[in-house]
């Protein structure tokens, strides 16, 4: 018996937007979340990117929001620009449904004062990042004594970034008697205290076989190389993959910035995203990625968490990601819903270690292959 999102008891309303949006079947995640978010309980979630956990807070929380009082009721959190920009369009699409209800994005490297206006007519659902929330808190211009409904996003990788301090500055400043919400992929001890210290008597709800899933649908292959012949090594391999959309990744910005140089010199269509991108920039490449104007996009781990873009057919590991975590949520940027997907990854002798430690974590060998310079 599937599950449908009536009977998880969402309004007809969001239902109806749901189904416009051809979404009618809950994931795991959203069936298993939805229920406990709406009883008013905290959770805690842990679960992939690309299960559709955006869903599984925004569902509950909108229901719960009083359109007609102006001020801010729910915040989320998220560690990025990109997340803050995808988890507002699924909530701007979704709010469409409910009258007089207002979502405000507060990321970085956006035009403040347009936010400001904004704040000052009203936003109950306002989501960013941790630095431009704390910036707006400081000014004045954003105030949470209303906020009753917390989320924090990919908790593992905010503090990865090192937001702890700032996270912890702005919960400081939500009443104590909210529904604390917290989504992460992988659950380390600084996640596990901050959940300890901020949440009351949290339901845990581990969504764990997606990850299995999605490696299930992946072919993984290893391309033993040497740090001389990588380059060529990749190349070579774009060409006889032939991806539709790749997803390339690199350990630095430096690394990604020099590696998008030589693929568009070898006549690819190809772009770059990491960190030092202007805001502008990091959406125009996204949008070319998104309508497949290119065709290959270098990115550091941290720019590429949150992109969710259908149809990558391939994740090349150009630097060889340092666990399994990482690893895992690499390569999940392709065979997503039960498409088949092809992950590369590139090893010179240096990085079979980390090969193991791979190897190991997901319980499998890669396929081998070894790239012999011609000529």
Do not use: W
Request: charged residues 25%.
């Amino acid at each position: 018996m599937l599950t449908t999102f009536e009977s998880l008891n969402v309004s007809p309303l969001l239902v109806r937007k749901l189904q416009g949006q051809g979404i009618v079947n809950p994931t795991p995640v959203q069936a298993a979340a939805i229920p406990v978010l709406q009883s008013g309980e905290d959770a805690i979630v842990q679960a992939q990117t690309g299960t559709g956990k955006t869903l599984a807070f925004l569902l509950p929380i909108l229901e719960k929001i009083r359109p007609e009082r102006p001020e801010a009721q729910a915040l989320i959190i998220t560690p990025t620009r990109e997340l803050a920009i995808q988890i507002t369009a699924e909530a701007r699409k979704l709010a469409e449904a409910m009258e007089g209800l207002s979502v405000l994005a507060a990321y970085g490297g956006q035009d403040v004062e347009r936010q400001l206006r904004k704040l000052k007519n009203g936003a109950q659902l306002v989501i960013g990042t941790p630095g431009r929330l704390l910036d707006h808190l400081r000014r004045g211009s954003l105030t949470l004594g209303a906020v009753r409904y917390l989320v924090l996003d990919e908790a593992d990788q905010m503090l990865h970034m090192g937001f702890l301090a700032e996270v912890e500055e702005i919960l400081s400043l939500v009443p104590r008697s909210r529904q604390t919400m917290l989504f992460s992929a992988t659950m380390p001890g600084n996640v596990k205290r901050l959940a300890k210290t901020y949440m009351d008597k949290p339901r845990d709800i581990q969504i764990a076989e997606t990850s299995r899933v999605t490696l299930d649908s992946i072919r993984q292959i290893l391309v033993e190389c040497t740090d001389r012949t990588k380059q060529s090594a990749l190349i070579e391999s774009i060409r006889s993959q032939r991806p539709y959309l790749a997803v390339i990744f690199c350990r630095t910005k430096r690394r990604a910035s020099t590696l998008n140089e030589a693929l568009q010199a070898a006549g690819f269509q190809s772009d770059e995203l990491h960190g030092d991108l202007s805001q502008a920039k990091r959406e125009q490449v996204m949008r070319a990625f998104r309508s497949a104007k290119l065709e290959l996009l270098v990115a550091t781990d941290v720019a590429a968490r949150g992109i969710d873009v259908e149809g990558v057919t391939h994740v090349f590991n150009y630097d060889i990601p340092h666990d399994v975590d990482s690893y895992i949520h690499r390569i999940g940027r392709t065979g997503r819903a039960g498409e088949k997907g092809v992950a590369v990854t590139f090893a010179a002798p240096k990085d079979m270690e980390a090969l193991r430690l791979i190897e190991r974590g997901i319980g499998r060998k890669l396929e081998r292959q070894r790239y012999e310079k011609s000529g």
